[in-house]
């Protein structure tokens, strides 16, 4: 089974709408994370966290929220959907200080959002 | 803020050496990583390495770090149509830093 799922996988939704895209992770990870990926802009950091009372905006929150229910848990909200936000977004996971020194990131598969 | 630039695709006939460029700006980084994204999925860690390090080996994978220059390099020996995939490079200054990304470079592999 994966260690980090996201749901849904695929979201199709029309401009103005709210959306959640949700994220739960098994590897017992403090930190958590939500990117976008757009073709030739790489990863951007959206929100991160970590811990479960510690939320932080990345460099393209606007537009976005997060809540981090459980340490297992990180969801993303669009609170009004708009075109510009067509992307892949991806959740991670990962844990300073634990089981690895190296803050190596653990990836979900991506959900693919189109706003329409 | 800190910064961390690829080139954006590279393309090699398989068998031969590919050299994935990457440069970033925190001259405080303290692990550099390379990232593997395959095609419909989400990032995978490759490889990595301690700013204290030049240099790391792991099979056909080498990792070349010039920490005066700020430049990290990824070669991949005999490379295979499988390694066709999308190489992040990212840094990290430790403790309570988040992870940098760069743009990521396309790789594709010709039979």
């Known amino acids: 089974d994966a260690d980090v799922t996201q749901t849904p996988r695929n979201r199709i939704t029309k401009t103005g709408k709210r959306i959640m895209l949700e994220c739960s992770q098994t590897?017992?990870?403090?930190?958590m994370y939500w990117y976008r990926q757009d073709p030739g802009l790489g990863l951007r950091l959206i929100y991160y966290s970590f811990d479960v009372k510690d939320i932080n905006k990345g460099e393209i929150s606007d537009g976005y929220s997060v809540s981090r229910q459980a340490q297992a848990k990180f969801s993303l909200s669009l609170e009004s959907a708009i075109p510009n936000q067509t992307a892949l977004y991806f959740c991670?996971?990962?844990?300073?200080?634990?089981?690895?020194?190296?803050?190596?990131?653990?990836f979900g598969p991506g959900t693919r959002l189109t706003v329409l | 803020g800190e910064d961390v630039e690829q080139s954006l695709f590279l393309s090699v006939r398989e068998g031969d050496s590919s050299v994935i460029n990457c440069t970033y700006t925190?001259?405080?980084?303290?692990?550099l990583y390379w990232y593997k994204q395959e095609p419909g999925a989400g990032l995978q860690l490759l490889t990595y390495?301690?700013?204290?390090?030049d240099m790391k080996q792991d099979q056909r994978l080498t990792v070349l770090l010039n920490k005066k220059d700020k430049h990290l390099s990824l070669r991949i020996a005999d490379t295979q149509t499988g390694d066709s995939a999308i190489y992040f490079c990212a840094e990290n200054s430790g403790g309570y830093q988040k992870v940098t990304f760069g743009t990521g470079t396309k790789l594709q592999v010709i039979p």
């Open positions: 390495i301690f700013s204290n390090m």
């Open positions: 590897k017992g990870h403090d930190r």
């Open positions: 991670a996971t990962s844990d300073l200080g634990r089981d690895s020194s190296t803050d190596t990131q653990y």
């Open positions: 925190d001259s405080s980084s303290t692990y």
